[in-house]
């Protein structure tokens, strides 16, 4: 089955850019999607398709995606971005969707 | 605006059949733009995957699940159903249901796509 790799936390002051990686092997290939868990809530999808954001995602949430690497980009972070984030793409080989195991990002 | 919202015993036995409703609401679970899926998220294992179902019946399972799984819909009801035979303590988990669109590949290939729309989730303990 396909592995996503994420870094096991993320730490941030307010106002500066976060950035969350999800690896795989050539993960260029596939479109990956982000998702952000906050405590005891369901997971709310803030990228799609590498790059594209769904209505009412704030435009400081970006992504890239090239080679074995995806990146989430969180500009001018605020305390209430603070949250679990998710990486998943399909994985056509096994023909299921797959989630990295989540990083913790901590506005400090 | 369209929701979900899971509903179902918090508590399972083991052996016995975990069973959760999905309900839909501020639209129609016939909408054609829509699969409506299941996913669980344990502290150990992380999001898994377990399968989606169209309003028509057509439903599609993640195979490390296939044998132990069904997914079903009402239409009447605006619902979907799971059922997950079996149990043991590894099914412990927080069960969502979301909403993921219609979707094919530059092939035509039916994918899962992103998941647009989650419900709360309910959390199930399996134990005697």
């Known amino acids: 089955s396909y592995v996503l790799t994420q870094p096991p936390s993320v730490s941030v002051a307010p106002g500066q850019t976060a950035k969350i990686t999800c690896g795989g092997a050539?993960?260029?290939?596939?479109?990956v999607h982000w998702y952000q868990q906050k405590p005891g809530q369901a997971p709310v999808l803030v990228v799609f398709?590498?790059?594209d954001r769904p209505s009412g995602i704030p435009e400081r949430f970006s992504g890239s995606n090239s080679g074995d690497t995806a990146t989430l980009t969180i500009s001018r972070v605020e305390v209430g971005d603070e949250a679990d984030f998710f990486c998943q793409v399909w994985d056509s080989d096994s023909g299921h969707p797959v989630f990295g195991g989540g990083t913790p990002l901590t506005v400090l | 605006q369209l929701q979900l919202q899971e509903s179902g015993p918090g508590l399972v036995k083991p052996s016995e059949t975990l069973s959760l409703t999905c309900t839909v609401s501020g639209g129609s679970i016939r909408s054609s733009r829509y699969y409506w899926g299941w996913i669980r998220q344990t502290p150990g294992k992380g999001l898994e995957y377990i399968g989606s179902i169209y309003y028509s019946g057509s439903a599609f399972y993640t195979p490390s699940l296939k044998s132990r799984v069904s997914i079903s819909v009402d239409r009447s009801q605006n619902q979907l159903s799971l059922e997950l035979r079996s149990v043991t303590a590894a099914d412990t988990a927080v069960y969502f249901c979301?909403?993921?669109?219609?979707?094919?590949?530059?092939?035509?290939?039916?994918?899962?796509?992103?998941?647009?729309?989650w419900g709360q989730g309910k959390m199930v303990t399996v134990s005697s």
């Open positions: 398709d590498d790059s």
């Open positions: 979301a909403a993921h669109p219609d979707y094919y590949d530059s092939r035509g290939v039916w994918m899962v796509n992103a998941f647009e729309l």
């Open positions: 050539n993960i260029g290939s596939k479109g």
